[in-house]
Structure formats: C-alpha cells, structure tokens
C-alpha cells in the first residue's frame, strides 16, 4: 500500500514537471515568434558577430536594390490629369522586382530616401523615374560623376541601356542627362563598391502610353538590364585575371 502511494505521488510529481516543461516551451515559442515578427531575423542577419561565422552567401542580404523613385519622399512629376510619377515608378518597380525574383535574385524595393541606402552593399542598385510631362520621348541612364568602381558603373548603365531599348523601343537621350542624374543622392549614400545607376524610363508625356499601360514591357527591360549586368559580373568572377 505505501508502495502504491509513493509511485502514485511520483506519477503525479512527473505530469506536473510535463505540464511546466509544455508549458515553457509555449512561452519560448511566442517569444521566439514575437522576435521574428518584430525583424529579428534582419537584425541577425546584420549581425557582425554572425556574419563572422556564417558563409557569406547566408548574411549577404538582398543581392539587388531597388529604388522605387520618390516613394516615401513626394509624388515627383504630376501632370495636369493628376498623372504621378511616384505611382508610375512604383509599378514599374515592384514588377521589376518580381522578375527578378523569379530569376532566383533576392531583391528589396527601397523608398526614395530609404534608411538602409546608408552603406547599403549590394550587387546592384537601380533607381527608377520617370521624366516630367512634357510632349517628348526617349529614357535616360546614369551612374555616378564621381565613383572607385567605373568599369562596373558602366557596364550596369550599359546593359540598362541595351535591354531598355530592346525591350521599349524607346530611344536614349543621352544628351538629356543632368547632374541631378549624375550626383544623385543614393550613389552618396550607398557603399563605395556598390554598382549604381538611376533610370528614367520615360517622359510621363509623350511615352505615357508605355509607361502607365504597359509598365510590364518597362519592367522587363530593366530586369533583363539588371540580369545582364550580374551575369557579366558573375563571368568575370570566373574568369581568372591574367598576371
Ligand atoms: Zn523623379
């Protein structure tokens, strides 16, 4: 009988123990969940101590930004039907993004003036505009005055140059290129060895047909830009330099 009572006790001491143990890991698990939803895993992936530890490939973040032009800042360009370039240029964007994505590149559309431009290092990054409402046609493609990586600046305005074309028929007005272009405030902001360049796809005037109807053919051509410029860069990578 005294046995029987002991184990009894015992039996009730062990579900007690299973119940607080359950118990624990629930409480772990919100907190864990809670964590995540609040940017943890971002804030790990920024970590310097991980990234220490970690492959390079896991810690790396986005491989391309996109700027997705005025977004968060002002409306840019508005026309007199109340066309707005922010509007147009966030289509574009996040189709852009999109394609990109489905070509396995991991992507983040930033806004205009977007915080994490700070030292942002990135395979790319792209801004995209558009021009003002004028009755002209034509796109515009820049990368920095002054930059320590002119090769890779080039060959990324090259390449958006190219497939824009390509993909629009739109005709490159290189003459229209200004210093806002050129000294673009993003290409400050970023990391000395992020690849930059800004585009504007169109004029919200004249090549409003493309630009607001068919924002599907503009995305196209900068994603095919953009992958040309990263399969250029993955190329040389594999290459290896001649001594
Ligand atoms: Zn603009």
Redesign the pocket.
């Known amino acids: 009988m005294k046995v029987d009572m002991e184990t009894h006790r015992l039996q009730r001491l062990n579900t007690c123990f299973l119940r607080l143990l359950l118990i624990v890991a629930a409480a772990l698990a919100v907190l864990v969940a809670l964590w995540f939803y609040q940017g943890g895993w971002d804030r790990m992936q920024r970590s310097r101590l991980l990234a220490r530890i970690l492959p390079e490939q896991v810690i790396a973040g986005p491989q391309v930004a996109i700027i997705s ?2 977004r968060g800042f002002d409306s ?2 508005v026309c007199d039907d109340g066309a707005m ?2 509007l147009v ?1 966030e289509e574009i964007a996040n189709r852009v993004a999109d394609l990109l994505k489905k070509e396995g590149v991991s992507v983040e559309v930033l806004d ?1 003036y977007d915080p994490r431009l700070e030292g942002l290092k990135v395979q790319a990054l792209v801004s995209i ?3 003002s409402c004028i009755d002209q046609s034509g796109f515009k493609v820049a990368s920095a005055e002054q930059t320590v990586i002119s090769q890779q600046d080039a060959l990324l305005v090259s390449c958006l140059k190219e497939r824009y074309a390509q993909a629009t028929g739109l005709s490159f007005r290189a003459s229209a290129i200004t210093k ?1 272009m050129t000294q673009y405030h993003a290409f400050q902001r970023v990391a000395d060895d992020t690849p930059g360049a800004i585009i ?1 796809t169109g004029y919200l005037g004249g090549d409003r047909a493309l630009l607001v109807e068919d924002p599907d053919r503009a995305a196209q051509g900068i994603a095919a830009g953009i992958l040309c410029f990263l399969d250029a860069q993955a190329e040389m990578a594999r290459t290896p330099t001649p001594e």
């Open positions: 032009g005025h840019g360009a370039e922010a240029n205009e505009h558009a021009d806002d504007e």
